[in-house]
């Protein structure tokens, strides 16, 4: 009797050290497929760089009777998404853009977004055009952020600066193994300008090839 109350006694303390045999097998694989995360989806983060940028027809009118003034403008970014994996490939789902100045937003969304959705293999760069047309009516701004933009734009070698926020909805893909993610894109651009003619508009255009932020 005595022995088999203390053989009794040494299983009771295993079970409670792992919980039974199942758990401790539920551990293992929760744990191996932690690992596989880290080898397989974690060093894969996607890179991206502004290979152009086209801004056309900037004004800002600001009203002496009001406190809210007004940005018009026509902007084209031509963004590359780059994927560096060699065994995971890349969907993107959605792409939503916004273009910022001195933190205030000029634009709630691209206009357009071409394409809006794909499909990246490994190794391999797509472009997308993002486009803010923002003609008359403009965006809406304080008169204080619109005397910063004309500043910028009427100084001697006037140069305007401007930053892009992508956020972005992938899957990565490799065999029965999916991920979703949801990066977040910085791009900041320096635009060059100068009168498009006897009015008050400004414009300009460079290629950059600027490597943006990408966060996840």
């Given at each position: 009797?005595?022995?088999?109350?203390?053989?009794?006694?040494?299983?009771?303390?295993?079970?409670?050290?792992?919980?039974?045999?199942?758990?401790?097998?539920?551990?293992?694989?929760?744990?191996?497929?932690?690992?596989?995360?880290?080898?397989?989806?974690?060093?894969?983060?996607?890179?991206?760089?502004?290979?152009?940028?086209?801004?056309?027809?900037?004004?800002?009118?600001?009203s002496n009777a009001s406190s809210v003034a007004e940005v018009s403008y026509n902007l084209a970014v031509n963004l590359n998404l780059y994927n560096p994996s060699v065994r995971v490939s890349i969907y993107y789902d959605t792409i939503d853009?916004?273009?910022?100045?001195?933190?205030?937003?000029?634009?709630?969304a691209a206009n357009g977004t071409s394409p809006s959705e794909f499909y990246q293999r490994r190794k391999a760069s797509d472009g997308v055009k993002l486009e803010f047309d923002?003609?008359?009516?403009?965006?809406?701004?304080?008169?204080?952020?619109?005397?910063?933009?004309?500043?910028?734009?009427?100084?001697?070698?006037?140069?305007?600066?401007?930053?892009?926020?992508?956020?972005?909805?992938?899957?990565?893909?490799?065999?029965?193994?999916?991920?979703?993610?949801?990066?977040?894109i910085w791009c900041s651009l320096s635009i060059p300008v100068k009168a498009e003619g006897p009015g008050p508009a400004v414009g300009g255009a460079v290629a950059s090839d600027e490597r943006c932020r990408v966060k996840y």
């Open positions: 009797m005595p022995s088999r109350q203390g053989s009794g006694s040494g299983s009771g303390g295993n079970q409670s050290c792992c919980g039974g045999e199942g758990f401790c097998g539920f551990l293992f694989t929760v744990g191996l497929l932690v690992l596989i995360y880290w080898a397989i989806f974690q060093p894969h983060h996607i890179r991206a760089t502004v290979d152009s940028t086209t801004l056309s027809n900037l004004t800002v009118s600001n853009a916004k273009l910022r100045f001195r933190d205030a937003v000029l634009g709630p923002y003609g008359r009516p403009g965006v809406g701004v304080s008169v204080d952020v619109a005397g910063e933009l004309q500043k910028e734009m009427s100084s001697e070698a006037p140069v305007v600066r401007l930053e892009l926020d992508v956020d972005v909805r992938v899957r990565y893909v490799f065999r029965i193994f999916k991920l979703r993610q949801k990066p977040r």
